[in-house]
């Protein structure tokens, strides 16, 4: 069955460095990759949508790779800030005339100042 | 905009009884889910609606049962609740079918069977 892995462990790191958060895949060919943010308490925001056509995306300090070969998709943050602690989880989904996303478990994302 | 609305926010329950989830979104939408979120599990499809008077079945139906009598409201039923069924419940809706479309969340219902 398909299976969505992201980093179980939290990530700590310093403020003004750059997070990259992982996204790998198995026993699944995702048309396009979606990144989304839930803090606590919160339901999931939407980040960033990543087609199977696209190497790389950014929005402003975001930037996501998507690499159909090594079936993985890379979240990074750069500049990260103590606000963008929170969790990232990734969700894979394929064209097959409804929207059928895979969630990973997600990662939980820690910057201190 | 108040976007997708969940209610209640939190509820106990105890073995055997029955409750309704309703989620509320005023963005226009065709399509609505339900997910679960477990511990280590990730969001997980409970049963999901491509329109007015349409549900389906996702990941994870047994036990659950939706209707969605009008476009705007889709509605999560436990007709006797399980400790099992002990979760936070995230209604979802989106516009685009073609894959692509970004889902927006409710806020989240904390349900806990006793």
């Known amino acids: 069955s398909q299976k969505i892995e992201q980093n179980s462990e939290a990530l700590n790191i310093q403020e003004g460095k750059t997070a990259t958060l992982t996204c790998n895949y198995t026993?699944?060919?995702?048309?396009?990759l979606q990144w989304y943010r839930q803090d606590p308490g919160r339901g999931p925001v939407f980040l960033l949508l990543i087609r199977e056509n696209e190497k790389e995306k950014r929005k402003e300090r975001l930037k996501v790779t998507f690499d159909t070969t090594l079936k993985q998709s890379l979240f990074h943050i750069t500049a990260s800030q103590p606000a963008d602690s929170a969790t990232y989880l990734c969700?894979?989904?394929?064209?097959?005339?409804?929207?059928?996303?895979?969630f990973g478990t997600g990662t939980r994302l820690l910057v201190s100042p | 905009n108040a976007g997708v609305t969940q209610t209640p926010k939190f509820r106990v329950l105890k073995t055997g009884q029955s409750m309704t989830l309703l989620c509320a979104q005023d963005m226009n939408h065709e399509y609505m889910y339900w997910y679960r979120q477990d511990p280590g599990m990730g969001l997980r499809l409970i049963h999901y609606?491509?329109?007015?008077?349409?549900?389906a079945k996702g990941e994870v139906p047994d036990g659950y049962n939706v209707s969605r009598l009008k476009k705007q409201n889709f509605l999560l039923g436990l007709e006797s609740a399980a400790p099992s069924q002990t979760s936070v419940y995230f209604c979802?809706?989106?516009?685009?079918?073609?894959?692509?479309?970004?889902?927006?969340f409710g806020e989240g219902s904390r349900l806990t069977v006793l």
């Open positions: 969700a894979p989904g394929r064209n097959t005339g409804f929207q059928k996303l895979v």
């Open positions: 979802a809706s989106s516009y685009s079918a073609g894959g692509t479309g970004e889902l927006f």
């Open positions: 026993n699944y060919s995702p048309a396009y």
């Open positions: 609606s491509v329109g007015e008077g349409t549900t």
